[in-house]
């Protein structure tokens, strides 16, 4: 079976390459800082998803398939910060080798306290750089690339 690449045009490259510098320059930011209030971009993005459900709870699974994790490793992450207070586990009832993930009062407050911090790091490595349109041209993007990724089966 012979298959023919598909190299990248010049543009396509810079394209390309353009995007990995904006994923790694804006995450990388919002990390440090996130670290710097003693949370990971994993931890905020559990807490913050949780305060969004109704009675702060989720199923490990649909949390799971949100932050694009395995239900191991989210299970796993979920036990560290268990253990530090931020969120308590229980069974679910709809599914018996699941568990359901429930935001704490302390977790909560880690999140109050946080959050402000973390929207002006969003700002200041992301928002504050872009103009409507092209923050526009960015969900019409991702609007494209969900529907792709959907029909192909890999999102």
Known sequence: MSTTVRWLTADEERAWRAFLRITVTV????ARD???RGLSEADYEVLSTLSERAENTSSLGEQADKMGWSRSRLSRHATRMETRGLLRRSPDPKDGRGCLLTLTDDGLSVLEEVAPAHLAS?????MDHLTRGHLDALVDIARRLDEANKTLGTS
């Open 27 to 30: 995450q990388t930011g919002t």
């Open 34 to 36: 996130l670290a710097e």
């Open 122 to 126: 969003v700002r200041h490595h992301f």
